[in-house]
Structure formats: structure tokens, C-alpha cells
């Protein structure tokens, strides 16, 4: 079992950044790709941002591309997802994941354990 717990969200100015961190535990040594998701008041979830083991290879969706960066820092278990010029629409719950085989992957289902979600709010 991998044990994941979000933290870091907020409320912040369209425009500011945000760096938000999840840090993970237990069966660490299982842990393979890392990834973020978030889900908007009735919205579905979506794909934000996905890294390697090695955090050598990134996946970003469209929509963040060249704003948020993801990042992890294996000697402390922990994966970041950094939010530059935020938007209003980048509000959501945000949620880090963890695959056990695979490096990287946009599909939630790909995804085997789940923290419970950090709320960020980005007002205009």
C-alpha cells in the first residue's frame, strides 16, 4: 500500500504562482510513475501532469503546458506540481496519483493509489 497526502493548495491570483506537494508513503519502493489530476465543480477529472520514476520524462496536458511544471524529489518521497501564471479556470480540486508499473500515463485507470485532494482556487 501507498499511502498519499496532498498539500499546498489555496487561493491565489490569476497570475501568481502556486507550488503544491504530495508526499507519499508506506510501500514507496512500489511506486512508479507519479501523476496530478483535478477535478472542477461539475466537471469531470482531468489529466493535468505526469512524471517518470527517474523524473527524467514529463507528460503535461495541453491546457498547462509551458505554465506548470512537475517535479519529484525521490529521497523524499515527494512529487510537486509547480502552478505558474495560474487561471481561473485552472480551479479545482487537485489529486496526486501513483502508478506500480508503469513510467508514465494521461489515463487515471493506469493510476493505483490516490491522495484525497488539495482545493485550489484562483480568483481573477
Known amino acids: 500500500q501507498v499511502q498519499l497526502v496532498e498539500s499546498g493548495g489555496g487561493l491565489v491570483q490569476a497570475g501568481d504562482s502556486l507550488r503544491s506537494s504530495c508526499a507519499a508513503s508506506?510501500?514507496?519502493?512500489?511506486?512508479?510513475?507519479m501523476g496530478w489530476f483535478r477535478q472542477a465543480p461539475g466537471k469531470v477529472g482531468e489529466f493535468v501532469a505526469s512524471i517518470s520514476r527517474t523524473g527524467l520524462l514529463t507528460l503535461y496536458a495541453d491546457s498547462v503546458k509551458g505554465r506548470f511544471t512537475i517535479s519529484r524529489d525521490n529521497a523524499k518521497n515527494t512529487v510537486y506540481i509547480q502552478m505558474n501564471r495560474p487561471r481561473p479556470e485552472d480551479t479545482a480540486i487537485y489529486y496526486c496519483a501513483t502508478t506500480t508499473g508503469l513510467e508514465r500515463s494521461m489515463a487515471e485507470t493506469d493510476y493505483d493509489y490516490w491522495g484525497q485532494g488539495t482545493q485550489v482556487t484562483v480568483s481573477s
Open positions: 508506506g510501500r514507496t519502493s512500489s511506486s512508479y510513475g
